[in-house]
């Protein structure tokens, strides 16, 4: 037995997680649910928290099937240049990036060790007009 934490997805053409795909999905029963697990908590009653992050991913991705028809996959790391992997996500329309130290334990809540980036986009727009509800009685 595992417990494992990840997310779900349902992913549009590009494969790309899509969340209105997924709110559709939860609500018809419609659609490829895909899990993608990042870490392993426990394993066949060995609480894992306390060892490393890598030797989590390690016996993670031992667990996990290769199999890209599978709906519950290994997500992938990637190790190297921080600016460079979070350009090509916001390049590519992803929401964001998470970065964890290697050498972290698994805590709940937030932490220093594992962060969220977002990706977002910036615009200058100029307000035309504005229309409101009881506006007219003013």
Known sequence: M???DGEVVVQDGRGVSDFEALQKALSTGRGRLIFYGFDLLHLDGE?????PLSEHRRRLSQVLSSDETSPVQFS???IGEG???FRACADHGLEGIVSKRASSRYRSGRS???LKTKCFTESELTLVGICAA???NL
Do not use: C, E
């Open 2 to 4: 595992a417990i494992l």
């Open 47 to 51: 609480d894992l928290r306390d060892q």
């Open 76 to 78: 992938q790391d990637y």
């Open 83 to 85: 600016a460079v992997f």
């Open 112 to 114: 220093k060790t594992w």
């Open 134 to 136: 009881g506006a007219a």
